[in-house]
């Protein structure tokens, strides 16, 4: 029999209008799998299209994996662990198929070129989560994934979370800010 | 290369069309490092032999952002503004935060020299790919929300287009001018996001005088590679235990002075200095924190402290008005000083302010001198086209803010700010408006009084070489070169707890270079300083100040405050007079206030010293 999965899986769960915008949580990723502050380089990447209306946007962790199913070089795969997607760099052929087929457009291209980068949860302890926990802002922070919640709702689009956190903030001036 | 640096400024001449790069050798930038020494550097080694014929808002002068090798690893990462003030015509390194300096850094470049003036509104785009002049004839006149807009959205389209396979784009980072510096309101900033200011010295005016809308930055790159990356994580570790060790530091930002420094500090500008005392608690930071703010912690890239918030109009007249904090400073100028003490009517001031790319400081200096001349009879409602700017009407001085931003009426001589415009007015209405004029050499003051004598020294301002800036004056023993280093480094002085200790050790780890708290007081700070009041006494070509009278507070800090637990006080000018001679002796200068040769000599400014010469003489 083999090893047993554990039955939890962690997520990054966002609170998005507590983000204060500082960015810290690219600090912290780029550190991680960069060794070096990179922020167009980290895998959560903070939206800053209206003032005040931070996004940090990074992998919801679908249920259903369109970036793996659409990946013609079968350089996505599902960290069975975490359920987080890890890209595979000697396969990935950068041709951004992954990214049109999520829902949230969340994977980018690494500046180096070649490759797409993807959250891969930091093997279940995110650095991007600890950063902010730590800084007492709380916008992401380590959960688990519940059955009671759909996740595939998070994997959307930054100006559509925009526009919403916008006029939450402003109200109707936010419909204007954000058009 | 020099490690922490990408070892390229953009040298940009706007009458020509052109882009260069431009990097000065290893020794300057060990001496000066960046932002504001940097600057003061740049323009020292391009203009100083000339410097009293340059005008500020001419082609010839130079308008400079900067970054430094620090830029994206002390948290409170800014940039650097300078060129020749066209207030004091001296030098202001003047600094906001925001996501242009670490945008710039990774597109590979360490700041921006703009010279001459494009014939047509334009804005400079730097991108990985290099540097470019682009048109801005739709964005001029833009108010600062809708400059970012639409640039967002420009500049997201054309690296969609450039890079289609990239995935999404984000937002590029942008340092601008509103319409006040585009119509050449002398004490105009450069903006950056909606609130946030380069606010003294009047560089938004110098973006204007060329025809420069914004500088816009995306850069997809590492920051440079440094020193000793090994030891960089724990840096930041350090960093970020001492920041967030004690929580309620970053509550409420600076904004819980509001109150504070009138009711119990009495050094607060009330309806233009007439006191500096009140007893409003309707501007405590709880009606603020409970009726406006939206977000309570608010940040740039890097920031460990998230002093801004964000504050929302969201009844009654002022509706939808959004702007920062108010921070303290903005509490006061745009409360206390216009006798404003209703949280919507500050919040709503402030966003007018912000969104006209007026200084919040300056320019509503600006506009409580114009209202305490209106009290006094001395301008009416004819001079300022209909507008009737009574003490706390917060409408009346939002309209004020448009008619100088705008120059209509009196608002065209207004928008020389307050020196030049009491110089005018004087003329003018057959009075001595300067009485009523609170700047110092030409830069109107920050909103921290003297007169108590209790909480600043009374010469401060006075021997700053950055005039009524309050982020930059002498301390005792008087030397202003501990206020250079958070503009040379390009970092917030407020970000980190006990930032002296720890910067020099980031400047090893990113630099490799030994510099010590020491250095920079005694040597690297100091020289900064020296140029500074070289250029400044240099002046020109409107106004050359004369130590003997403008090293002096102005007439109003004189006056006894007139209320408040302080009531009373005020400095003695003939002590001062008698101080400021010992003072000299201690910033290195001689009996006329002049950096002495022996002092310029030993800190290797033999040029400075040679062109200072025709002063002495």
């Known amino acids: 029999m083999s090893r047993r999965r554990p039955v939890t899986k962690p997520w990054v769960v966002r609170d998005y209008i507590k983000c204060s915008g500082c960015r810290l949580c690219e600090i912290a990723c780029s550190m991680k ?90 093997g279940g302890e995110p650095e991007c989560a600890k950063i902010c926990e730590r800084a007492g802002y709380g916008a992401l922070f380590k959960g688990t994934r519940s059955s009671s ?16 956190l916008a006029i939450n903030l402003y109200g109707e001036r936010g419909e204007e800010l954000s058009e | 290369m020099t490690l922490g640096y990408n070892g390229k400024i953009a040298e940009v001449d706007l009458t020509e069309g052109k882009v260069s790069e431009y990097w000065p050798d290893e020794k300057i930038l060990k001496d000066y490092v960046g932002g504001r020494g940097l600057g003061v550097k740049i323009l020292w080694d391009k203009l100083g032999g000339k410097w009293r014929s340059v005008d500020p808002l001419g082609p010839e002068n130079l308008l400079l952002a900067l970054t430094g090798p620090l830029t994206g690893y002390v948290s409170g990462t800014r940039i650097c503004v300078t060129g020749k003030s066209p207030l004091s015509n001296g030098i202001v390194g003047s600094t906001a935060s925001g996501e242009f300096p670490l945008e710039l850094k990774t597109a590979g470049y360490d700041g921006v020299i703009v010279t001459g003036r494009a014939e047509n509104p334009v804005y400079l785009l730097i991108t990985d790919d290099g540097a470019e002049i682009r048109d801005a004839s739709k964005l001029w006149g833009m108010d600062g929300k809708e400059t970012i807009k639409t640039l967002n959205r420009e500049i997201r389209e054309l690296l969609k287009e450039r890079n289609p396979s990239f995935g999404l784009w984000k937002e590029p980072g942008m340092i601008y001018t509103g319409p006040a510096g585009e119509n050449l309101v002398r004490n105009a900033a450069v903006m950056e996001k909606w609130s946030h200011a380069c606010g003294y010295g009047g560089y938004g005016a110098v973006m204007g005088s060329k025809n420069l809308k914004a500088l816009v930055a995306k850069g997809t790159g590492p920051l440079p590679e440094i020193a000793h990356p090994e030891l960089l994580q724990a840096l930041l570790d350090e960093t970020y235990d001492a920041a967030f060790g004690n929580p309620q530091r970053n509550f409420w930002g600076t904004g819980a002075m509001g109150y504070s420094t009138g009711a119990q500090s009495s050094a607060e500008p009330v309806r233009n200095w007439q006191e500096e005392w009140h007893d409003e608690r309707s501007i ?13 912690y608010w940040s740039d890239y890097g920031c460990t402290r998230a002093c801004m918030k964000l504050a ?38 402030s966003s007018v302010i912000d969104d006209l790319g007026h200084s919040g400081i300056n320019g509503a200096n600006t506009i409580g001198f114009a209202a305490e001349l209106f009290q006094r009879g001395i301008l009416n409602k004819e001079d300022l086209d209909g507008i009737e700017p009574v003490w706390g009407d917060a409408k009346a001085m939002g309209e004020m803010a448009y008619l100088i931003a705008e120059r209509r009426a009196m608002g065209d001589i207004l928008a020389e700010g307050t020196y030049r415009a009491a110089k005018a007015i004087s003329e003018i209405k057959g009075v001595d408006a300067m009485q009523y004029a609170v700047h110092f050499k030409g830069i109107e003051v920050g909103a921290h009084g003297i007169r108590t004598g209790k909480h600043s020294p009374y010469l401060g301002y006075a021997l700053s070489v950055q005039g009524g800036d309050h982020t930059s004056r ?11 280093m958070g503009d040379t480094m390009v970092v917030c002085t407020m970000g980190v707890p006990r930032l002296e200790n ?32 070289a250029v400044i006494l240099l002046g020109g070509p409107d106004v050359v100040w004369d130590p003997e009278i403008d090293d002096d507070n102005p007439p109003r800090w004189y006056e006894p405050l007139p209320s408040g637990p302080f009531k009373g006080s005020a400095p003695d000018r003939a002590t001062l007079m008698e101080e400021r001679k010992t003072a000299y002796a201690d910033l290195g200068w001689d009996s006329r206030g002049i950096p002495s040769s022996k002092e310029l000599r030993k800190l290797g400014l033999h040029d400075v010293d040679e062109v200072l010469e025709q002063l002495r003489t």
């Open chain 1, 33 to 122: 799998h960069e060794g070096r502050i990179w922020p167009e380089a980290s895998r959560v990447r903070v939206f800053m299209l209206v003032p005040g209306a931070e996004v940090p946007h990074l992998c919801a962790q679908c249920s259903y994996y369109p970036c793996i199913s659409s990946c013609p070089s079968e350089a996505l795969y599902k960290n069975e662990d975490t359920g987080a997607v890890i890209v595979d760099d000697e396969k990935c052929i950068a041709c951004g198929a992954c990214i049109n087929a999520c829902p949230g457009q969340i994977p980018h291209m690494h500046p180096e070129g070649g490759r797409v980068v993807i959250c891969d949860l930091c």
């Open chain 1, 149 to 164: 919640v759909n996740y595939d709702l998070y994997a959307k689009n930054p100006e559509e979370i925009t526009k919403n």
């Open chain 2, 284 to 296: 405590g930071v709880i009606n603020f924190e409970t009726r406006n703010w939206v977000k309570r």
């Open chain 2, 312 to 349: 929302v109009v969201k009844t009654g007249p002022f509706k939808g008005a959004i702007t920062d904090n108010p921070d303290y400073e903005l509490q006061a100028y745009c409360g206390t000083n216009l006798g404003i003490y209703d949280p919507d009517g500050v919040v709503y001031m």
């Open chain 2, 474 to 484: 002498p301390r005792p023993p008087m030397s202003e070169a501990r206020s250079t």
């Open chain 2, 502 to 533: 720890i910067i020099w050790r980031y400047l090893k780890v990113v630099t490799g270079w030994e510099l010590s708290q020491e250095d920079w007081i005694n040597v690297n700070g100091r020289r900064i300083v020296q140029i500074q009041r």
